[in-house]
């Protein structure tokens, strides 16, 4: 159902059962797939592609200009996936020349006042609570968790399973699995509970634990630390996605457990 109320171009494509509310605005170069909601006032601009079953809310901006002095109005998009939930206020800027596209995965809750910035890559299964700002070419895993007012700088990653206590200003990177305190952006332990809630079995949530422990809670430096793991921890897909991040990162990782609070 569309309002007619509602601003749909013509050259637009929507898909089956979409429904479009009063004063929404879709622009042309759009695509949207089946069985999604466009609330109220929501804008989708050119270069929106958005999946099945989508909800877009009130006053939500899609494929808006990216917030980039370097952008010249190049033809880029905002690759939307399926079944997310995009709250009040939300802002997904499309691409720039660097990447050409912003990316959101499939099933991810992003809260009100959420900004995903120009060229970022989020996975799926995220919940990004409210006013979480992402900067451009940030990279975010599969189900991660960002706590809400998280500020997240220019370029970083956040691996899979990671969390990040809300009002954390993060500019290193997240290696998988683990939990950011908010103060000095230290490694607070593994993300357990999530782990479990994903089917992680106690045995492998015992394998990744036993790594970070060397990585974070030993006076090793990472890279000797990660050499540590290989010759400590059997090898396994997750212990080697831990390495692998970390031993690709080019904005350093985040500062290791302390027991106080101060640096």
Known sequence: MISPLAYVHPDAKLGNNVTVEPFASIAGDVVI???CWIGT???IHDGARIGKGCRIHTAASIACLPQDLKFAGEVTTAEIGDYNDIREYVTISR?????GKTVVGDHNLLMAYVHVAHDDVVGSHCVIANRVSLAGEVQVGDWVVIGGHAAIHQWTRIGDHAMIQGGALLGQDVPPFVIVRNDTLRF????KIGLSRRGFTPERIDEIHAACRILFQSDLNY??????VERSVPQSEDR????EFI??????????YARTQRD
């Open 188 to 191: 607070a332990g593994i993300n």
């Open 33 to 35: 797939g089946d069985d």
């Open 247 to 256: 031993r690709t990162s080019q904005r350093g990782i985040i500062k290791p």
């Open 41 to 43: 006032g929501a804008v």
């Open 240 to 243: 080697d996605r831990l390495l």
């Open 95 to 99: 691409g720039t020349a660097s990447k």
């Open 223 to 228: 890279q000797s630390g990660c050499e540590e």
